[in-house]
T-cell receptor
């Protein structure tokens, strides 16, 4: 089934550890996004990429990095996790015409 | 700064009521606006997409309108059902500096009781 796959679905991580959240889409969409969702704050944009080889900072980029080596993959890395990064992370994609956005099922991350 | 606001934050209604969810945005030069539904612990499901040149979109019992000049969109749900209970999110796209962004409101949590 075509769509977006995120991995892992959930993770408990010790503070200070490095972690990469994976996101893969098979729709050949140019644009991809990473959001975090926290109670009362909604979805906040962390980083985005309009096409392979380019990335941009969203509203809350500090502590996170991304790469876009190819069209399908958009990994999000936490270099040194802190408890405030405990959240649900969503990856999304859409085509270059900026039509409908599609979302993955999310990764629930707990940093202890 | 480009921001999206949704009112009310929560809504509880009896089954069968028609209801309106509101979304407002700064900067009227939007590219499009999308309404999503999110069930607890789940991902986002797209409901309706309105391009900047459109005034409304309809899908079944759902109707979304767009008024760029006032910076507003509404999602109208007709004859609400308990299965409509979920959080509804509004997301707006702007073209900014050659990059496109998709910014969300905080959502409206809807409960439809029998």
């Amino acid at each position: 089934i075509a769509g977006i796959t995120q991995a892992p679905t959930s993770q408990i991580l010790a503070a200070g550890r490095r972690m990469t959240l994976r996101c893969t889409q098979d729709m050949r969409h140019n644009a991809m996004y990473w959001y975090r969702q926290d109670l009362g704050l909604g979805l906040r944009l962390i980083h985005y990429s309009n096409t392979a080889g380019t990335t941009g900072k969203g509203e809350v980029p500090d502590g996170y990095s991304v790469s876009r080596a190819n069209t399908d993959d958009f990994p999000l890395t936490l270099a040194s996790a802190v408890p405030s990064q405990t959240s649900v992370y969503f990856c999304a994609s859409r085509d270059s015409a900026m039509t409908e956005a599609f979302f993955g099922q999310g990764t629930r991350l707990t940093v202890v | 700064k480009q921001e999206v606001t949704q009112i009310p934050a929560a809504l509880s209604v009896p089954e069968g009521e028609n209801l309106v969810l509101n979304c407002s945005f700064t900067d009227s030069a939007i590219y499009n606006l999308q309404w999503f539904r999110q069930d607890p612990g789940k991902g986002l499901t797209s409901l309706l997409l309105i391009q900047s040149s459109q005034r409304e979109q309809t899908s079944g019992r759902l109707n979304a309108s767009l008024d760029k000049s006032s910076g507003r969109s509404t999602l109208y749900i007709a004859a609400s059902q308990p299965g409509d209970s979920a959080t509804y999110l509004c997301a707006v796209s702007w073209l900014s500096g050659g990059y496109n962004k998709l910014i969300f409101g905080a959502g409206t949590r809807l409960a439809v009781h029998p």
